[in-house]
């Protein structure tokens, strides 16, 4: 079996210890369960959530990605279409954060757990198939 790489396995929302079984029941891109990760992994039986309200820490990480979405934007506007009314500005930030909030809250849990979570790479698991 080829291994999965650090970065596909963040991409594709995989668990960290396995990089093969999903973290969340759902497509990352998905508007449904927005909240609702996986307590194991499908695949190693990892536990993906390790304490009551562990997820509460990547709320840092969903905010920055939105104060970054925010900046660029506002940067895009005004440099592309010179300075637009003021508007134009709140519409689209809040278009595009209403379009992509399910993959800044998914990828904020998964940079959270693969930053935070006490799971290291483990190829051994990776083979285990239940």
């Known amino acids: 079996m080829k291994r999965r790489s650090l970065g596909s396995a963040i991409l594709h929302g995989k668990c960290p210890r396995c990089r093969e079984g999903n973290i969340f029941p759902v497509a990352i891109m998905s508007y449904a369960k927005l909240t609702e990760v996986h307590h194991h992994c499908p695949h190693c039986e990892a536990v993906l959530t390790p304490e009551p309200d562990f997820f509460y820490g990547a709320m840092y990480i969903s905010y920055a990605f939105s104060v970054a979405l ?8 005004n440099y592309v279409f010179g300075d637009p009314e ?3 500005y709140v519409i689209t930030v809040i278009i595009s954060n209403l379009v992509l909030l399910p993959l800044m809250l998914r990828y904020s849990k998964v940079l959270y757990l693969y930053g935070v979570g006490k799971l ?3 190829p051994e698991k990776s083979q285990h198939v239940k």
């Open 120 to 122: 290291k790479y483990d």
């Open 70 to 77: 925010v900046i660029n934007i506002l940067l895009i506007l």
């Open 86 to 88: 003021m508007s134009v």
